[in-house]
């Protein structure tokens, strides 16, 4: 059939993709002066009441997960002969598919990518759906306003609701990147049969290559030696043939990605097993990260080429079998034990101004890890400069709240649970706000660790900028030396003595 040249209101301009069930066309919508895609169900389906209802079932449920790490829909329409279509945003920089086209990409390019789609695939797991046909086709490029692009997952046409995942389930996937329990009817994938398809992807990024099948399969080192071995390990447990000892979701999995310590599956080992500090020094590359302040608290380019959120912001849900459910990917385990009531003393000065009602929480944030810097006293100086203590803080030009300052989107990621957890709505209690700091300068700290200056006061240009400034800056940048400089004078304050 040819193409239609309006869609309801949006007038129709090319073919850009062609798929078993629909074509995707270039759309402008002369209502808003924007670009959009239009997808439209062809024909010989439009009929068929099963696959026009699961049609229509992929536009409510990306309406539905609302995430702009996943294509938008914004509306839904029926032409003139009686096909269904919807209209989405519109992916100016092309696919994955497009860019692997060119062969492997870099390592760094390749780890930020993953976080950031992994980041889209756990915003489905958090809403009980199953992509369940995660491949390079399906992921998908947008240029932001502001410059720079960020990633979205793409195509639900196949997905489930976990709640709908039963013995029935028909086979569904893609060759070379869907889980084994994938190819027979009674599969019922479920979260983790995503997880294998997210670490066919990173396969395919780190090597240029499908994974083979699980008998022929190498690690991604020995085809690439410079990856390094905690992420084969991570990878290779994706990709592990029972589905019993992947990564349980992909905020695990994007987690392992980001953590020095991922665990190997059952049937795989590293050729060399890594020390504390080796594996330390493993942590993999691209610069994604979370910023916490309107000035630095929203979202930020992952390094590489794409970008939305940090991948590091779902490190703080559960990823390594060794860490209790709510650590971070750092040292939590051998950090010092929470303080007893009335305690605080060994860490925080007597007679300062710090409230007595916040002091063991900032104990508690400042003794999450042992990261080089970080301290009760750093805490409460961040906690003086930002608030003066003040809880019920608000800031809604800034988008701004609570006495650490949280922007809502932002907190999301590092408060327990990371995107598993429902959305924090502001006023935010101290204790969340106050714990969140913790996990943000434990798991990000690492990544400005070798850079001059003060550590402690690294750690706190982080919690303004994030980590790319940083990085260029070669240190603190000039920006926030006042800023700093202030939470230096209240830490000589708050030192015990």
Not at 70 to 96: C, H, K, N, S
Not at 273 to 296: C, F, N, T, V, Y
Not at 298 to 317: D, F, L, N, Q, S
């Amino acid at each position: 059939m040819t193409a239609p040249s309006q869609a309801g209101r949006y007038r129709i301009e090319q073919l850009i993709g062609v798929g078993g069930f629909a074509s995707v066309y270039l759309a402008h919508d002369d209502e808003l002066r924007s670009p959009v895609a239009v997808k439209i169900l062809a024909d010989n389906w439009a009929r068929q009441p099963d696959v026009r209802g699961r049609f229509l079932q992929e536009a409510r449920l990306l309406r539905r997960a609302d995430s702009h790490l996943l294509v938008q829909v914004f509306d839904v329409g029926e032409l003139d002969d009686g096909r269904p279509y919807f209209v989405m945003t519109y992916a100016d920089r092309g696919t994955l598919e497009d860019r692997l086209s060119g062969g492997a990409l870099t390592v760094d390019e390749a780890l930020g990518l993953m976080r950031d789609i992994c980041q889209g695939v756990s915003v489905l797991h958090s809403i009980g759906v199953v992509h369940r046909d995660l491949k390079p086709s399906n992921v998908l490029f947008c240029s932001r306003p502001e410059g720079g692009e960020r990633v979205m997952v793409a195509d639900l046409g196949i997905a489930r609701s976990t709640d709908h995942l039963s013995g029935l389930t028909l086979p569904a996937g893609s060759p070379g990147y869907q889980a084994p329990e994938q190819l027979y009817f009674d599969g019922a994938p479920d979260a983790r049969a995503d997880v294998h398809g997210l670490g066919a992807l990173t396969y395919h990024m780190l090597t240029g290559r499908v994974p083979a099948k699980p008998e022929q399969r190498v690690p991604p080192s020995a085809l690439r030696p410079e990856v390094p071995e905690a992420v084969d390990a991570a990878v290779m447990r994706a990709l592990d043939p029972g589905r019993e000892a992947r990564w349980p979701d992909a905020a695990a999995y994007a987690a392992a990605l980001s953590s020095s310590t991922a665990v190997p599956s059952a049937s795989w080992k590293p050729q060399v097993q890594l020390s504390g500090g080796e594996a330390q020094g493993l942590s993999s590359g691209g610069e994604a990260h979370m910023r916490p302040s309107e000035k630095g608290r929203r979202r930020v380019i992952a390094g590489g080429a794409a970008a939305v959120v940090a991948a590091a912001a779902v490190t703080v849900v559960a990823v390594n079998l060794a860490q209790s459910p709510d650590q971070p990917g750092g040292t939590r385990a051998a950090a010092s034990t929470p303080p007893a009531s009335g305690s605080t003393s060994r860490w925080l000065r007597n007679g300062s101004d710090i409230p007595g009602q916040y002091r063991e929480l900032i104990v508690q944030a400042g003794t999450y890890c042992q990261e080089p810097g970080l301290s009760p006293a750093l805490i409460a100086a961040m906690l003086k400069a930002e608030s003066g203590y003040d809880p019920g803080l608000s800031d809604p030009v800034k988008d701004e709240y609570g006495i650490s300052r949280w922007t809502p989107s932002v907190l999301w990621y590092w408060q327990p649970g990371g995107l598993q957890s429902p959305k924090p709505v502001p006023p935010f209690s101290p204790e969340l706000s106050i714990l969140s700091m913790g996990r943000f300068l434990c798991t990000l700290g690492p990544r400005v660790a070798d850079l001059p200056g003060d550590p402690a006061l690294k750690l706190a240009a982080l919690y303004r900028s994030g980590v790319d400034p940083l990085k260029r800056a070669g240190g603190i940048p000039e920006r926030w030396r006042d800023y700093t400089e202030k939470v230096s004078r209240y830490m000589r304050d708050y030192r015990p003595d």
